[in-house]
């Protein structure tokens, strides 16, 4: 199936560790893109890359740090996690970052922090 | 930046009935209006979009609206069905150069059978 995949869908964890989520799209996209999701269901942007080069980076703490070894490939590693760290993270892929394109979602993350 | 207004946050329907939400849009730059359909412990999924060139666009039970001059476009669904049930998103972006999608906040719409 054509699709963006995440994994693990569910991550339960203690306050402090590190933790990483990963995320392939192969559909042939050049643009990648993390989102996360609060209790109130608020969608908000968090990294973009393209062709493996970080074109978004909102205000996030700097103890998030994507990376993408590859255009199919954007993975999202987490340091020191904190209470207010647990949320749903999508992944999601566009087929490039130069106009409009529809952004495919993949089925998120939850993630708990204990 | 862009900011997406969308409301009502929350919208019952009988089955049958019609569901219309509404979404206001700030940047007149903005030439993409998709809507995302969520499903209870899914990714937002693309039901429609539109472009700024067009007025409306109709797929099936869906259709959307857009209205420029003013700044917002709405998402209708006629007929519901309980599995249209969801939470549903409109978005908005820039022109060439920006494909950064702002995101409205959400709408549960409920359709009781």
């Known amino acids: 199936d054509t699709a963006v995949s995440q994994t693990p869908k569910y991550l339960v964890t203690q306050m402090g560790n590190d933790k990483s989520i990963k995320c392939e799209q192969n559909l042939g996209h050049d643009t990648m893109y993390w989102y996360k999701q609060d209790s109130k269901k608020f969608l908000k942007i968090m990294f973009s890359y393209n062709n493996k080069e970080l074109i978004i980076n909102e205000t996030v703490p700097n103890r998030f740090s994507p990376k993408s070894p590859d255009k199919a490939h954007l993975n999202l590693h987490i340091n020191s996690l904190e209470l207010g760290d647990s949320a749903v993270y999508f992944c999601a892929s566009s087929q490039d970052a130069t106009s409009a394109h529809t952004q495919y979602f993949g089925p998120g993350t939850r993630l708990t922090v204990l | 930046g862009e900011n997406v207004e969308q409301h009502p946050s929350t919208l019952s329907v009988q089955e049958g009935d019609s569901a219309v939400i509404k979404c206001t849009y700030s940047?007149?730059?903005?030439?993409?209006f998709p809507w995302y359909k969520q499903e209870l412990g899914k990714g937002p999924q693309l039901i429609i979009d539109i472009r700024s060139n067009v007025g409306e666009k109709k797929d099936q039970r869906i259709a959307v609206t857009l209205n420029k001059t003013a700044k917002h476009f709405s998402l209708h669904i006629t007929e519901t069905q309980p599995e249209d049930s969801a939470v549903y998103f409109c978005?908005?972006?820039?022109?060439?150069?920006?494909?950064?999608?702002?995101f409205g906040k959400g709408n549960q719409v409920v359709v009781i059978p």
């Open positions: 978005a908005a972006s820039g022109g060439y150069g920006n494909n950064r999608l702002a």
């Open positions: 940047d007149s730059a903005s030439n993409y």
